[in-house]
């Protein structure tokens, strides 16, 4: 490696370094918010949960440590998903500089679509299939099978769910930028379709926290739509790859 390799690296290694502590900070600055004011914010995470138990109902914890770690937990995701603006756009900003004048100007632009898709897609999660998913779990219960859900648990299940729809709403976003670097184009993605669709009603199974059909259905469709997004994505922003991939063999249709 000759001297001006080396110092590339070194340069880029120093801009990883920045954006990680500057990342962290974020983090750490939203989780500090979110412990300050953590009994709001615990109340509006077990709402879902709260309105198909019975009146006077509470979670509990079975272990001297469990509710201080799940306060400390929930204000960690809480500070995560707040501080993913500033997220996305440290890792725009590090990518940046292999990137053609005119694409880092799409910087803000990138931030706001990916913490939108993300956020909504956990918000997704929340309103639409919390409430269902959760009056199904406590179906079950009867005179003599009292629901008894401790606070580990529906943080667990909560926590999980929330971060799959967050990610899985990133799709459209994810698709584009492998378009960029040649690993899939639209007519790739529309050959492959039913494939798609079939992976996407297997993830939805395997998410979701009931087995009836409709609630699976809840995650399984906007999956499907996300991914005709992506292929308009995909379509209309990755045709023209980033620096370094103009001769990546993106996959052709047959």
């Given amino acids: 490696m000759d001297e001006m390799e080396q110092q590339g690296l070194t340069d880029h290694l120093t801009d990883l370094r920045s954006a990680l502590v500057r990342s962290l900070l974020a983090v750490i600055v ?12 615990s109340n509006w995470v077990v709402k ?18 469990e509710a201080f770690f799940f306060n400390l937990k929930l204000a960690l995701t809480a500070g995560v998903l707040f501080a993913s603006p500033v997220l996305f756009y440290e890792a725009w ?37 919390f409430p269902p998913a959760f009056k199904f779990l406590m179906g079950y219960s009867t005179d003599f099978l009292k629901a008894a859900p401790t606070v580990k648990e529906y943080f667990s299940l909560a926590l999980r769910l929330l971060i799959a729809f967050g990610a899985i709403f990133e799709l459209p976003v994810v698709m584009v ?19 798609a669709f079939l992976i996407a009603f297997i993830i939805a199974a395997i998410l979701t ?21 992506s292929i308009i994505g995909v379509w209309l922003f990755g045709k023209k790859r980033l620096p370094g991939f103009e001769d990546g063999a993106a996959v052709e249709e047959e």
């Avoid at 879902?48 to 440590?65: A, H, K, N, R, T």
């Fill in 177 to 195: 930028i492998l378009a960029k670097i040649g690993i899939v184009d639209a007519p790739f993605l529309r050959k492959n379709r039913k494939y």
């Fill in 209 to 229: 926290p009931t087995p009836d059909v409709v609630n699976q259905m809840m995650m399984g469709i906007p999956l499907v739509i996300l991914y005709e997004i």
């Fill in 48 to 65: 879902p949960l709260f309105d198909v138990l019975p009146e006077g109902s509470s979670l509990i914890f079975i272990s001297y440590q």
């Fill in 93 to 129: 900003k590090f990518i940046a500089p292999g990137l053609y004048s005119h694409e880092k100007k799409v910087a803000l632009p990138f931030t706001f679509l990916s913490s939108f898709c993300f956020l909504g897609g956990a918000a997704f999660g929340y309103y639409f299939v």
């Fill in 30 to 41: 939203c989780f500090a918010t979110a412990y300050y004011y953590i009994e709001p914010v």
